[in-house]
């Protein structure tokens, strides 16, 4: 498989080329010329991608540059400074990647879901590092700009996972698939009432001791107990709803009653309206 990377020039415009449509089937860098040669291999981790491509418009990119996700086109602020991606370059650990994949990710869509809401590119990544910490370091599981979704941690020690372990890896990457990459670009509506309980605290300090859950949160962020955006909201929701049963979603909802509101405007909004059940993806 041979997979080519195009210079851009300027920069500028390779950040509006991708982000003027959400799925194309190619997208330019130059005028006429492809971003991305997506060639077949009879490379197991080569073919894979070249099929991916062809039936959904997906580039699953190891071979990638800065420009692939430094662009952030989620935020105001188009070049983002804070992450920086180390490359996978080891074939066995790229293709346990793709099979890690298939077990968190793909095999719970249809090719239809595929083709509309998977986001243009898919990047595999040794270490995702969050220089936005205090630490200056973070091996990111996942993280997301609004055309891609890059995976962390791609080593061979995928394979010594365990079952929980993948239930709390797969959680956090369906998180990020549906609040940055489908909400954020405005494929799927939530209803108001998801947000109403949380309008007044979204991003501001609950207080020290305050209990998130109490407020409809699953979390809080920073010293400040500081409740999360609307967009964390959603990623904290379907990272809770896709790593558990619905009895354990049950059990950890008990005792508050706007989790629980909150748990079933969404689930119902999803699957009324786009005739997907996320909690089945749990339930597995």
């Known amino acids: 498989m041979t997979m080519k990377t195009r210079s851009f020039i300027p920069a500028l415009m390779a950040a509006l080329a991708l982000s003027s449509c959400y799925h194309e089937k190619d997208i330019t860098a130059e005028i006429g010329e492809p971003q991305y040669v997506i060639e077949d291999s009879e490379e197991p981790v080569g073919h894979f991608i070249y099929e991916f491509y062809q039936n959904y ?24 400074e804070d992450y920086n991606f180390i490359r996978q370059k ?8 793709i099979e ?16 509309k809401y998977f986001p243009i590119k898919i990047l595999l990544a040794d270490t995702i590092i969050n220089g936005s910490y205090s630490s200056g370091n973070k091996d990111d599981i996942a993280f997301t700009g609004r055309n891609y979704l890059a995976i962390g941690r791609i080593r061979q020690d995928l394979e010594n996972l365990s079952d929980e372990e993948l239930k709390e890896r797969r959680g956090i990457i369906h998180g990020k698939l549906w609040a940055n990459n489908i909400y954020t670009n405005g494929l799927i509506e939530i209803p108001q009432e998801f947000f109403e309980p ?9 207080g020290k001791n305050a209990d998130p859950r109490a407020f409809g949160f699953w979390s809080t962020t920073g ?10 909201d959603i990623d904290d929701f379907v990272r809770m709803i896709t790593s558990h049963t619905q009895a354990e979603m049950e059990a950890e909802m008990a005792d508050y009653e706007l989790l629980r509101n909150k748990y ?8 009324t309206q786009y005739h997907i059940d996320l909690q089945s993806i749990g339930n597995q």
């Open 198 to 206: 949380g309008l007044e605290y979204y991003g501001k300090s609950l």
């Open 223 to 232: 010293y400040a107990n500081t409740a999360p955006t609307q967009n964390q």
């Open 90 to 97: 080891d074939k066995v650990a790229l293709s346990l990647g």
């Open 57 to 80: 418009g997906v580039y699953i990119l190891y071979d990638y540059s800065e420009l692939d996700y430094r662009w952030n086109l989620n935020s105001t602020e188009l070049l983002n």
């Open 264 to 271: 079933e405007i969404l689930l119902n909004c999803l699957n």
């Open 100 to 115: 890690y994949l298939e077990k968190t990710l793909f095999q719970f869509y249809n090719d239809g879901f595929k083709q």
